[in-house]
């Protein structure tokens, strides 16, 4: 089974700073699909950001990047300029790839707190 | 069409009552799942349907808990005989798959959640 692991339950970054948020995880499959979402307090999930593991570039989404590292299954979300709106709990999901049920697994999340 | 809407948004209920919850997923979506969220924790895959058929459930989902998608487009979610341990945010997401088989076509796109405490 895959699983999925963040390591840093909460993280804090100075507003207009940059911050790398950490993810992991164990797979047996080599199509897959990697995922970073934004669960703000109260409000519902949104997509952030989406990388296909067939694919060597890393994605980005304006002041989200990622750096995918796929020997060493790791998919690390950087976000640039931080501004206040960025503060969330920020989950690393991993979606099989090869038409499946397209489920997502997620790790346990991290909280981003922006320090104005 | 304003997103996936689910109701009620909470929902408390004593322990031994059944509760039954409302996804309405984004109109031609065909594929809908429903998650489970405890605190301090992922949301954890419960089920999914592709149109009105039931494709795959999880091993968390126990007898007590039932899915249903009549016609393929609004889905249920019930739990019969409420434990303390069903205390958590329900979530339901819709994508609209491609129907090939080698590719990924749309993200899911998550409700607000139905919050359950069981007392």
């Known amino acids: 089974a895959q699983t999925v692991t963040q390591s840093q339950p909460e993280m804090s970054v100075q507003e207009a700073e940059t911050v790398t948020l950490s993810c992991t995880y164990d797979?047996?499959?080599?199509?897959?699909?990697l995922f970073w979402y934004k669960q703000p307090p109260s409000r519902q999930m949104i997509l952030v950001i989406r990388?296909?593991?067939?694919?060597?570039q890393n994605a980005t989404e304006n002041r989200f990047s990622v750096n995918f590292q796929k020997a060493a299954k790791s998919f690390s979300l950087k976000i640039s300029d931080s501004q206040l709106g960025d503060a969330a709990m920020y989950f690393c999901?991993?979606?099989?790839?090869?038409?499946?049920?397209?489920?997502?697994?997620f790790g346990t999340g991290t909280r981003l707190t922006i320090i104005p | 069409d304003t997103g996936v809407s689910q109701d009620p948004r909470h929902k408390i209920t004593k322990r031994g009552q059944n509760v039954t919850f409302r996804c309405d997923p984004i109109?031609?979506?065909?594929?809908l799942y429903w998650y489970r969220q405890t605190l301090g924790q992922g949301p954890e895959f419960l089920t999914y349907?592709?149109?009105?058929?039931?494709?795959?459930k999880s091993r968390l989902l126990s007898d007590r808990f039932s899915a249903e998608r009549p016609k393929g487009s609004f889905s249920t979610l019930e739990i019969q005989r409420t434990e303390q341990g069903d205390s958590a945010m329900y979530l339901c997401?819709?994508?609209?798959?491609?129907?090939?088989?080698?590719?990924?076509?749309?993200?899911?796109?998550f409700g607000p959640g139905t919050r359950l405490t069981v007392t």
């Open positions: 349907f592709q149109n009105e058929a039931q494709l795959e």
């Open positions: 990388q296909e593991a067939y694919k060597q």
């Open positions: 797979t047996s499959e080599s199509d897959y699909y």
């Open positions: 997401a819709s994508s609209a798959s491609s129907g090939r088989a080698d590719h990924y076509s749309s993200e899911q796109y």
């Open positions: 999901a991993y979606m099989g790839g090869r038409g499946g049920n397209e489920k997502l697994t």
């Open positions: 109109s031609e979506h065909n594929r």
